[in-house]
Structures are given as structure tokens and as C-alpha cells.
């Protein structure tokens, strides 16, 4: 067995502190990577404070992993030691549905296997994340990372990345397209940058008024203030595609209505509560709501071969391990530009 240093939350109520653990030794067709950086997700906070319910505990959290090979099964293909490597949101699924063939994961129909806060294939381990000096993980869902971009910024792109990039794609956005972005986090800041690159013309929607510079900034080429009635009338029915990535409580009522036209909502954000919505504003111009959930491992080496040729990373704040329950307050707040990544270096 591997011994892993890492810090974990005991329970709801705990915050994260030190911990110790065992990962299992390279199996045939593993991956052992030694992490470097990992991104702090606003998922994290969720599951670690019970949120959603149905925590495990000790809990790692962490799935945006960026690290070093250090050791390959000697069935592996894809890796060997001395490459930078990315680990996302999963690290397995039952790999012979009709979903898993399509490499279509995160759809798998006996449920992928989350980085962490389940329990690995064999309903016992419990999977542990990148808050972490290391991970294991059969080579599929591992992932080839270019060493032209910044590191730091690119481990966002394993769950933040992939999660904007995919129904993008999914919506055929590209030339033309009109595209409207909720929310200027995380999620929002990729979003715009991905939109952007594909070619359309992007609106960043917000309630601050203080997110119009940062949203020129990132490349967005409109601005609209969602707490102005008379913006939001006058955009009424402008938009082919809104990408609304809103963690908080909210009624989809009010971005629906800027949809043109067999207009679509992409849903990524996850709110605590169910969001609202109207049936009227649904079927006024044949609009539909699209729900997306990160992308498989064939998408999500694609988004990063793309990023790597277009050099598109997260906007990062760097922390050590140590400031952790400090910069999960601050998330809360929306108090970082735009994503927190944590220097895996500091676990030692």
C-alpha cells in the first residue's frame, strides 16, 4: 500500500484538517501521480459540509489534479514516468455500458465512480481526492497534459474546463452564435473564454455591475446587468444559447426569457435548492433547458489538446494546503478571481 499525506473533513461540522491514508499499489493498467496542484471546486464545499447529502467520511476532496508520473502498471499505453498528467471528476466507471463504449463516462449506467466521497468499484475503498500527495488511477481516466501551459491554471480545467467546454460543443456554439454567460465565477470565467475562442458573441449576465470590466477583460464583448429591468426587457428573446452556471437559488424564469428562437439553456450550475421555473417562458419560442455534466475521457483530452493550442487556463489564486478552510470562506462569498488552487507542494 501506498501511504498518502492528504487533509480531509472527519465530518459535516469539521474543518479539513491533516490526515493519513493508504492507496492501493499500481495494478497492471494504474497510473501513479504525484500531485502538484489540484483546484479547489465549489463542489468541494458542498460534499464536504453534507450539502447534498449522503457524505462519506473521512472525506479528500479535490478533483482537479494536475501532477508528475512517477510509476506506470506494465499494461499502461498511454503514460510513463516523468509526464504531466491530469486527473478530473471520475476515476472509473463499469466501462461496458452502452455509455461507457460511446467514452461517454460520466453517463455510465451503473454510475461513474466519483474522485472522491464514494466508494471505489469494489463498494468498500473509499475514494479519496487530490487534497493530496498522490493518487492512483487506471489509465483511461488519466490525461495528457502540455507542459507549455501554466500548470497552475490548467487544473481548474478538469472539472471547471470541462464542464463549459462540453455542452458548448454539445450547442454547436461557433461563429455567430449568440451566447450569454450567467455568473462570472468559476464556471462563468471559462465559459466566456471558451465562447469566445469558438467565435461567438458573448454577453457576460450578472448581478454586479463591478463584473463588467473583468468580463471585457476575459474577452466577453457585451455586458448586462441582470438586476436592471429595463437591460433585462430589452434583451428579451437575443440570445441563441445561455450557459447558466449560477450555484445559488434562483428562477430559471428570468434567463429564459432571453432566449430566441428553439433557444437553449445550459444548465451547469448546481444549486442547493431545485430551481423554479415557468412552463410559459419554456414553450414561448420553443425553448428547452439542457442539462451537462462534465464530459468523458475523450472529450475532456480533447478540451485540454484544444486549450493547449488556443492557451486557455483558469484565472487562478495559489494557496497552500494551509488556507484551505479559509479560502473555502471566501468562495462563499465570491471572494476569488476566479478559481483556488492549492500547491500541493505546502503538504509536505
Known sequence: MITTKAWAAKNAKAALAPFKFKRREVRPSDVLVEIMYCGVCHSDIHQVRDEWGDSIYPMVPGHEIVGRVTKVGNAVKKFKPGDIAGVGVMVDSCRKCKNCEQEMEQYCVEDMTGTYNTFERDGVTIAQGGYSSNIVTDERYVY????????????????????????????????????????LGGLGHLGVKFAVAFGAEVTLISTS?????????????????????????????SFDVVLNTISAKHNYKKYLTLLDLNGRMLVVGLPAEDPKTSPFALIKNRRSITGSMIGGTRETQEMLDYCAEKNIVADVEVIPIQQINEA????????????????MDTLK
Do not use: W
Open 144 to 183: 495528457h497534459i502540455s507542459e507549455k501551459l501554466d500548470l497552475k491554471g490548467v487544473a481548474p480545467l478538469l472539472c471547471a474546463g470541462i464542464t463549459t467546454y462540453s455542452p458548448l460543443r454539445y450547442a454547436n456554439v461557433g461563429r455567430g452564435t449568440r451566447v450569454g454567460v450567467v455568473g
Open 328 to 343: 473555502y470562506e471566501r468562495m462563499i462569498r465570491n471572494d476569488v478571481r476566479y478559481r483556488f488552487v492549492i500547491d
Open 209 to 237: 455591475p463591478s463584473k463588467e470590466k473583468d468580463a471585457h477583460s476575459l474577452g466577453a464583448h457585451k455586458f448586462l446587468l441582470s438586476t436592471d429591468k429595463k437591460q433585462m426587457k430589452a434583451a428579451e428573446s
